[in-house]
């Protein structure tokens, strides 16, 4: 029973579901409301609105101009068919069996006798099949039918489901694979899922269909819009891209497959290509959070350093998008720092999206809000991507079902082996039992309360005959970590920490990491953070927001001392605020800088993991907290903005990371 990703080869390889299974704590509840809150929230909402019945309509010849839903709302079923394959997989749910059997017969009724299968085009007095490459995401759902499909081939064998997608994905390559169209799909997403789907099914015709499709874009191929060809990535070809550009998702997918392709195909080129982009990217276009895209316009990236936080986009679907290229790059090279930006992204985006009752969403993750917003209605369907409270449902409703195939899947993203033994790259109570070379198993018990707790206990559950190398990742914000067995401490540096030898049940390896709060100044370069500072906690990145503020209006006013480090108190991070009173002015600039603050009016503000903001009602809410202009960091002391990936001239300084 393996996971979303199987790489032929590779630096290390991902572990089975079968093999790693959460027990509690942050990740564990997450993936329990996950399971009975959020699979048949969206499921109902899909059939109250129609999005299902599209394809009985289709089977039964009874297709209308009045077609509800945008051209995707056919990949929002088929997240939800692998999100359900997966949650199958890992308990066993009827329920959840019921749901995909139920679901596969609408679907499969509505395909054509040639695999050709949408609900949008092709029928009755619908537009033609493919008339609309740019915009009609024909290709991009069958992309996604094909990553359920994977997903329930690797959890119960061959069925109808995956019978459907087998059909689709031939109809595709007759169509466009040579001496075919040489067309693309103006959203990435069919690339991933061929290349998926091939190495599920041993089909290498499914990988070199998704080459083919890779190495065509960048050519002009698509119609120009007025948002430009990047925002198809259109515009510079996959191998000759310094930079991630345009819509953001769009993006990630491609370069996820990218990924695949480059080690399916042993292209070092391609892959080398990749990595390029990722340090560039990363390095210059990521936000605190690990979100990505900063522009509403086009749900894309901006130039680099254009990171507002007010009007960051950070949609909820480029983190899993993030996520889904870092997991491939780190199977492929084995580089920390790789888990790392997973860490992030996990911590404060996928866990800031769904309410806790798993019924509602972010879909855009601004790291400022201004004013609280609306609290939303639970019976309405939100126009909106961004208004500052989560929806139950929204107009364009991909990231509720990209958050649940995510948390249905997430143990397997937190554990791989080689040939020398076990990595673990993410820190959540489970049980783990990988499978070693030499019909050896590494039975380990991991139990922490972290993020709350830094105090990561491994513990053996059985014997295994021979040494093997238990290796850890020591977060780059991790300074002063250690480690212990055999009752001896030693430092754990940023980076890996192994530890081999011949391991028997009962004993305990202790990680320790430092989760303290501090302070992270952000580069100077980014412009609309300047003379600002954040708080993080171990990985979780800490808000103020205006409920916790004696004046909530003042929230735009506040100003943080830096000199006095963050602490812990009262279930929250204190840090010393002043929340000045400001005259009002018919024009808001001097002609000489305001007097600085006394220190009068100083307050205990408590600071709150960004992932939990709006969780009590809509509030005013900031990430980035002003200081005083003479307590700025000077250039040549701001750290990394994510501090959690070294700029690229310093990527080989940590252990496990490639020489350049």
């Known amino acids: 029973m393996t996971g979303p990703v199987l790489p032929s080869h590779g630096r290390v390889r991902p572990l089975g579901l079968a093999q790693v299974s959460l027990t509690g704590g942050f990740w564990g509840d997450r993936q329990a409301v996950n399971a009975t809150a959020t699979l048949a929230h969206c499921e109902s909402w899909m059939e109250r609105l129609g999005w299902l019945a599209n394809f009985d309509r289709v089977a039964d010849g009874a297709t209308g101009p009045d077609r509800p839903g945008w051209s995707f709302s056919d990949s929002e079923v088929y997240k939800l068919l692998e999100a359900l394959a997966w949650e199958t997989a890992r308990t066993g749910d009827p329920e959840a069996e019921a749901a995909i059997k139920r679901l596969t017969v609408r679907v499969a009724r509505a395909q054509d006798p040639d695999g050709y299968l949408n609900t949008c085009f092709g029928h009755g007095d619908q537009p033609p099949r493919y008339s609309d490459l740019e915009m009609g995401h024909e290709l991009y759902n069958t992309g996604h039918l094909l990553q359920a499909a994977v997903a329930r081939l690797r959890t119960s064998g061959e069925d109808d489901l995956v019978r459907v997608a087998r059909r689709a994905a031939d109809h595709v390559c007759r169509t466009f694979g040579p001496g075919g169209s040489a067309g693309i799909c103006g959203h990435p997403e ?41 925002y198809f990535q259109d515009d510079v070809p996959v191998r000759e891209a ?39 990217s990363v390095a210059r276009r990521t936000y ?46 084995g580089d920390p720092r790789y888990a790392d930006l997973i860490e992030r992204t996990l911590y404060n985006v996928i866990a800031t999206s769904p309410s806790s009752d798993g019924r509602a969403f972010f879909y855009a993750n601004p790291l400022h809000q201004r004013t609280p917003g609306k609290a939303a209605d639970p019976d309405e369907v939100s126009p909106r991507a961004e208004g500052g409270t989560r929806a139950a449902w929204f107009d364009v409703s991909c990231c509720p079902t990209n958050v649940a195939r995510t948390l249905a899947s997430l143990h397997g993203y937190l554990a791989t082996t080689d040939d020398d033994g076990l990595q673990i790259h993410q820190y959540a109570p489970c049980a783990i039992r990988a499978e070693l070379p030499g019909g050896r198993t590494a039975a380990v018990d991991v139990e922490t309360g972290y993020p709350e707790s830094g105090v990561v206990r491994l513990r053996v ?54 989760v303290e709060p501090r302070f992270t100044w952000p580069d100077p370069r980014i412009d609309a953070v300047r003379g600002c500072v954040a708080v993080e906690r171990g990985p979780e990145v800490l808000c103020a927001e205006s409920r916790d503020l004696p004046d909530p209006a003042a ?48 307050i205990d503000l408590p600071l709150r993991p960004y992932h939990s903001w709006a969780r009590r ?26 501090g959690a990936v070294p700029a690229a001239a310093a990527a080989g300084d940590r252990e496990g990371s490639p020489a350049r």
């Open 461 to 514: 559950a059985a014997d295994t005959p021979g040494p093997w190398t238990l290796t850890l990742r020591v977060p780059a914000w991790a300074t002063g970590a250690t480690l212990t067995e055999d009752g001896r401490t030693r430092r754990a540096a940023p980076g890996l920490v192994r530890v081999h030898r011949t391991f028997r049940a009962g004993e305990v390896i202790t990680l320790d990491l430092p």
């Open 242 to 280: 310094d930079v991630w550009r345009g819509h953001a998702v769009r993006a990630l997918y491609l370069t996820a497959a990218a990924v695949d392709v480059a080690v399916e195909r042993g292209d070092g080129e391609l892959l080398d290509a990749v990595r390029r982009q990722w340090e560039r």
């Open 190 to 230: 069919i690339e991933v899922g061929l290349a998926e789907f091939g190495r599920a099914l041993g089909e290498e015709r499914y990988v070199e269909q998704a080459r083919l499709f890779l190495d065509r874009r960048g050519h002009g191929t698509l119609r120009d819009i007025p948002l430009g060809r990047a």
């Open 617 to 642: 009602g809509p509030a005013g809410m900031r990430v980035w907290l002003p200081v005083p202009a003479a307590e700025a960091v000077p250039a040549a002391e701001a750290g990394s903005v994510t």
């Open 555 to 602: 929230l735009d006013a506040l100003v943080i001392d830096p000199r006095s480090a963050p602490r812990a108190g009262g279930g929250a991070v204190l840090v010393r605020a002043l929340l000045p009173g400001h005259p009002g002015r018919s024009w808001p600039y001097l002609p000489r800088p305001a007097p600085a603050a006394g220190d009068a009016g100083w």
């Open 288 to 333: 605190i959070t690990g979100g990505m895209g900063s522009r509403h316009q086009d749900e894309g990236f901006g130039e680099d350093w254009e990171l507002p936080p007010d009007r960051a986009y950070c949609e909820t679907c480029a983190g899993v998008a993030s996520i889904m290229v870092s997991w491939r790059l780190l199977l492929a090279t």
